[in-house]
């Protein structure tokens, strides 16, 4: 009989974890454009292409409390995605963003070399995400590479929503993206050098 409160106590608790247990999420991602100080484009096209160099497409997995795991999925393509703010921080330098052709110059090609978000349960919750990309530009018969790369740990209490998620992701996407269009490279795609 002393044992019955304890036994109920772990029931409740198991009930609990079970119904804290998430599924699949879907998150919607759109990073933020770098903001820019300088206009070198001179309104110049620029061809601009975005591609996923990892082998799996899941933004990363979800830990429950139960020590099942949950995939966290894009809602939309994350090239897609990633294109959309690339191009946006380009027109900030003045430059005219347009589709991706080998034979236009400057182009640029971004490359998602990692893009990963790991949701540990416990108390608190660490989230950890992780982006590193590649841009390769071409100008006036010239090429230049640079790498931009960026960890971002947080803490929740409680398990992290989809929208908790998608922030993460995004601030970790933006910083990367912010470091990789920088001046350098801005000044390589209007002149070459």
């Known amino acids: 009989m002393r044992y019955l409160p304890r036994l109920i106590l772990l029931a409740a608790t198991a009930v609990i974890l079970t ?9 919607r991602l759109s ?18 292409s ?15 409390p139960d020590g099942s795991i949950a995939r966290l999925m894009p809602a939309q393509q994350i090239t897609y995605t ?5 191009a946006e921080t380009l027109r900030g330098y003045d430059f005219e ?5 080998e034979a236009r ?13 790991q949701v540990t349960a416990g ?28 960890t971002l740990t947080r803490q929740r209490p409680l398990p992290p929503t989809a929208d908790a998620n998608a922030d993460a992701i995004n601030t ?17 795609l209007a002149t070459g050098r």
């Open 123 to 150: 108390v608190p919750y660490e989230l950890a995400t992780e982006v590193a990309l590649t841009a390769t530009g071409y100008a006036d018969g010239q090429r230049y590479t640079t790498r931009s790369g960026t």
């Open 19 to 27: 119904a804290c247990a998430q599924g699949t999420q879907t998150l």
């Open 50 to 64: 975005v591609e996923d160099a990892r082998t799996d497409r899941d933004l990363g997995m979800l830990e429950n």
């Open 172 to 188: 970790a996407l933006s910083r990367a993206l912010g470091q990789l269009l920088d001046d350098e490279l801005a000044r390589f």
């Open 31 to 48: 990073p933020t454009p770098a903001a820019v100080e300088s206009l070198v484009g001179s309104g110049q096209s620029l061809g601009l």
């Open 82 to 86: 990633l294109q959309l703010a690339a």
């Open 97 to 101: 963003p347009s589709l991706w052709d």
């Open 105 to 117: 110059t400057p182009r640029l090609e971004i490359r998602i070399e990692t893009l990963d978000h």
